[in-house]
């Protein structure tokens, strides 16, 4: 009797009877989908909450400088596993191969009821609340069908609930936008793709204009002596050591003093959402020419691109606006950044430096950023439903292809079914505040199953190989494990609700396995 072999996971084919997706993306659309999924609407938005949380000019700098370490770590070691494994549903697959298939499905799970269409649903109606700026008919109070007003519920430390359920002018125009995405995407990834590119490209256009703006003139003495000041004594100010900052344990629980480790730690919420997503390229790998180098590439260039013009925006907002404010103050500068008007701090800088004509400019960019993104997301995760079908681990029509186009056609409609779901329920909201803790708990995962491929399949076909292994990939595990375990403690309305979900996807995995009894056909191969 012969023992099992298992061949090198490179080696792997699909079976001769599955549907095969295309290779059509090439370098330049690779690096455009990380692009463009990962700037939407934050970096315009999240610095507010930074900078009253951090209190100082340079640890807001600092928030992104660690969201920037730690986000370059995971995309140089999702390179290797990408090479090593280029098929659709990315991260999935590779939480399958390494540790599992529970742990694959429940990545899958949290992705298609929280992380991914929770995402979508929040970027598509941003972009009909921006739309309101040019038609204020378009607005989340201007309601067509207001079905209740679900009330607050406090639990421990959490408050669920205080939502409105129903059809609004906003959320409407963002179920039409994702449907759209949704039914274009049908068409190939090449239209899809073709849309991306356009949409990325003029996002990060914007971008690098606002930066230039507020590097050029948008610079103002106020802001120079308020953020930096002589010896750049204001810029390390509230940043030693020594320094304590106040968080709220919770909901209307206790404040307490922490040190900067720490503030640094419960800021990434914003910081780390706001640079997410750079793994959807990885979804994507069946159709992506030359996977083994593209997308490891792809993967370094959208990041770092992203992950400088992040850096640089936040100076940028530095050199135009004083960090502390008043939240009465009657102009963009007496506010501040910290209180930014409904903490829209790119629309305050702008303001700044073009005054009245400032938020409809950045209306405008915010209009291309968020529809890009919801462009890249909608294409990225129907990828991973179908690979989970595949699998049988979900719903049987999602694993075919569209005959003629060859997409997954059910998985794009079924996301887009669950996004409207989430925008009419209007639940997307604080669905987001859990998707950060529980996509860098799955970011852990996959990087520590790295450690365990290399170890179990040490003879595997790698054609990239993770650049510091294993000191950068074991950095990036003690720094997120830092982040939850903080996370954990002084923020649990971000975090214990998101763990409950993902603990509910255990008798789903064991519910779906039971009624689709079929070989894995990548597991194992027989000798």
């Known amino acids: 009797m012969t023992t099992p072999k298992l061949t090198p996971i490179s080696e792997f084919q699909s079976p001769a009877n599955s549907p095969q997706l295309?290779?059509?993306?090439?370098?330049?659309?690779?690096?455009?989908?990380?692009?463009?999924?990962?700037?939407?609407?934050?970096?315009?938005?999240?610095?507010?909450?930074?900078?009253?949380?951090?209190?100082?000019?340079?640890?807001?700098?600092?928030?992104?400088?660690?969201?920037?370490?730690?986000?370059?770590?995971?995309?140089?070691?999702?390179?290797?596993?990408?090479?090593?494994?280029?098929?659709?549903?990315?991260?999935?697959?590779?939480?399958?191969e390494s540790l599992g298939p529970l742990w694959g499905f429940l990545y899958g799970w949290t992705l298609f009821l929280v992380i991914q269409t929770g995402t979508i649903a929040a970027v598509c109606v941003a972009f009909g609340k921006f739309l309101g700026v040019f038609f204020p008919q378009i607005s989340t109070t201007h309601w067509l069908l207001h079905i209740a007003h679900v009330p607050a519920l406090r639990v421990g430390p959490m408050v669920l609930g205080n939502m409105d359920i129903?059809?609004?002018?906003?959320?409407?125009?963002?179920?039409?936008?994702?449907?759209?995405?949704?039914?274009?995407?049908?068409?190939?990834?090449?239209?899809?793709?073709?849309?991306?590119?356009?949409?990325?490209?003029?996002?990060?256009?914007?971008?690098?204009?606002?930066?230039?703006?507020?590097?050029?003139?948008?610079?103002?003495?106020t802001a120079w002596a308020a953020n930096f000041g002589p010896g750049l004594s204001q810029f390390w100010k509230n940043a030693g050591w020594s320094s304590l900052h106040p968080v709220q344990v919770g909901v209307g629980g206790p404040i307490v003093w922490v040190n900067l480790l720490v503030i640094l730690a419960v800021v990434q919420t914003g910081s780390l959402f706001s640079a997410d997503a750079w793994n959807n390229i990885t979804f994507t790998a069946g159709e992506v020419k030359n996977p083994k180098r593209n997308i490891p590439l792809s993967l370094v260039l959208g990041t770092g691109f992203v992950l400088t013009v992040y850096f640089l925006a936040s100076l940028g907002y530095l050199l135009v606006l004083p960090l502390h404010g008043d939240p009465n103050g009657a102009t963009v500068l007496a506010r501040g950044i910290q209180?930014?008007?409904?903490?829209?701090?790119?629309?305050?800088?702008?303001?700044?430096?073009?005054?009245?004509?400032?938020?409809?400019?950045?209306?405008?960019?915010?209009?291309?950023?968020?529809?890009?993104?919801?462009?890249?997301?909608?294409?990225?995760?129907?990828?991973?439903?179908?690979?989970?079908?595949?699998?049988?681990?979900?719903?049987?029509?999602?694993?075919?292809?569209?005959?003629?186009?060859?997409?997954?056609?059910?998985?794009?409609?079924?996301?887009?079914?669950?996004?409207?779901?989430?925008?009419?329920?209007g639940s997307y909201g604080?669905?987001?505040?859990?998707?950060?803790?529980?996509?860098?708990?799955?970011?852990?995962?996959?990087?520590?199953?790295?450690?365990?491929?290399?170890?179990?399949?040490?003879?595997?076909?790698?054609?990239?190989?993770?650049?510091?292994?294993?000191?950068?990939?074991?950095?990036?595990?003690?720094?997120?494990?830092?982040?939850?375990?903080?996370?954990?403690?002084?923020?649990?309305?971000?975090?214990?609700?998101?763990?409950?979900?993902?603990?509910?996807?255990?008798?789903?995995?064991?519910?779906?396995?039971?009624?689709n009894k079929q070989p894995k056909p990548y597991l194992h191969a027989k000798e």
């Open 430 to 515: 604080q669905l987001l505040d859990y998707i950060i803790f529980a996509a860098l708990f799955f970011y852990m995962l996959t990087i520590f199953g790295l450690f365990v491929l290399r170890f179990k399949r040490p003879n595997a076909v790698r054609p990239y190989k993770a650049l510091g292994y294993p000191i950068l990939p074991a950095l990036y595990i003690a720094m997120a494990g830092w982040i939850c375990i903080v996370l954990l403690r002084y923020k649990p309305q971000y975090t214990w609700p998101g763990m409950v979900l993902v603990v509910l996807g255990i008798p789903v995995y064991f519910f779906w396995s039971s009624i």
């Open 339 to 425: 209180y930014a008007s409904e903490d829209r701090v790119g629309t305050a800088a702008l303001e700044q430096i073009f005054h009245s004509a400032g938020a409809w400019l950045m209306a405008g960019a915010i209009l291309i950023s968020t529809f890009g993104c919801a462009n890249g997301l909608t294409l990225a995760g129907a990828r991973v439903y179908y690979a989970m079908s595949r699998d049988g681990l979900f719903f049987k029509s999602v694993g075919k292809l569209h005959p003629k186009f060859k997409t997954p056609a059910a998985g794009l409609l079924i996301q887009a079914v669950w996004a409207t779901f989430l925008c009419l329920s």
């Open 166 to 221: 129903g059809l609004n002018t906003a959320n409407l125009t963002g179920i039409v936008v994702l449907f759209f995405l949704a039914i274009v995407n049908m068409f190939g990834v090449n239209l899809g793709a073709m849309i991306q590119n356009v949409f990325t490209s003029a996002k990060a256009l914007s971008l690098a204009g606002l930066v230039l703006l507020a590097f050029t003139v948008g610079r103002n003495a």
């Open 22 to 96: 295309v290779p059509s993306l090439g370098l330049f659309s690779s690096t455009a989908l990380v692009i463009g999924s990962m700037i939407g609407s934050g970096i315009f938005i999240v610095e507010a909450d930074i900078a009253r949380g951090t209190d100082s000019p340079a640890l807001l700098l600092g928030a992104w400088v660690v969201t920037g370490v730690l986000t370059m770590i995971g995309a140089l070691s999702y390179g290797e596993l990408a090479a090593m494994m280029p098929r659709a549903g990315g991260q999935y697959v590779y939480l399958r």
